[in-house]
């Protein structure tokens, strides 16, 4: 993925032309999570950023990601969560 420059005012990928960035943080905790939430509320965009809350007896958030740039703002986010399948008990996994 290239940064804008002189000749391209996007982000872009040689195969893909322009894209927007994906950040993703190097650790989830309640910072992480409150910064996420206030980047897309920066951009004023109406992304949901949807997550179970209060969480389940024995869940985690386990990522959180966003797409955007200063130019476009924020066009998509996840949050991802891991715990206890209410169904089998076995581990699960939610986006």
């Known amino acids: ?37 206030s980047e897309v ?4 965009q109406r992304v949901p950023m949807w997550s179970l809350w209060p969480l389940p007896l024995g869940w985690t958030v386990t990522g959180v990601g966003w797409a955007a740039d200063e130019r476009s703002g924020v066009r998509a986010c996840a949050v991802a969560g891991s715990g206890p399948s209410p ?9």
Request: net charge negative; with cysteine.
């Open 87 to 95: 169904l089998t008990g076995g581990p699960a996994d939610l986006l």
């Open 1 to 37: 993925m290239r940064a804008p420059d002189l000749m391209h005012s996007e982000w872009r990928c040689d195969r893909c032309g322009p894209v927007v960035p994906l950040h993703l943080p190097g650790a989830i905790n309640a910072e992480v999570m409150a910064g996420a939430v």
């Open 41 to 44: 509320a920066r951009h004023q």
